[in-house]
């Protein structure tokens, strides 16, 4: 489901300006959390995605805020499974692949979501 704007607020609304400049520094957050630490860090950008979300329902950033949550949860998935992988030895290979493939993934999800929103697009993702 695609989200719409409200009817009520403009696309350059200060309300929409907002959420829209809160989303653009939390995609760069996770990018400074996930280039830097590997993600380690990450936690801290998703707690703030999960405060902003609900004051972006009915608008078409609340895509934005749930792309990021969502990109941040496969990774974490990915990268578990990872260390799960590592600790046998016929594994490493496949944990060490599993990581290089996780981290280009979660890579094209940050650059896509920061080009949709730049260009005022929702995310394709679907609703919860």
């Known amino acids: 489901m695609i989200m719409t704007t409200d009817a009520t607020l403009d696309y350059n ?12 520094w939390l995609y ?3 990018a400074v959390c996930f280039l830097f630490t590997l993600g ?4 801290v950008p998703l707690i703030l995605n999960y405060l902003v979300r609900p004051r972006a329902i009915h ?4 895509t934005h805020q749930t792309w990021q949550i969502h990109s941040f ?8 499974l990872g260390w799960i992988f ?22 094209y999800r940050l650059i896509k979501g920061f080009l949709y929103l730049n260009d005022g697009i929702p995310m394709p993702y679907p609703e919860e």
């Open 86 to 107: 590592y600790f046998t030895i016929i594994g490493m290979i496949f944990a060490a692949a599993g990581w290089v493939l996780a981290w280009c993934w979660y890579t």
């Open 40 to 43: 380690i860090f990450s936690f």
């Open 28 to 30: 760069i957050f996770h």
């Open 59 to 62: 608008t078409w950033l609340y």
């Open 73 to 80: 949860w496969w990774y974490f998935a990915w990268v578990v």
């Open 13 to 24: 609304s200060p309300y929409l300006t907002n959420l829209r400049s809160t989303a653009w």
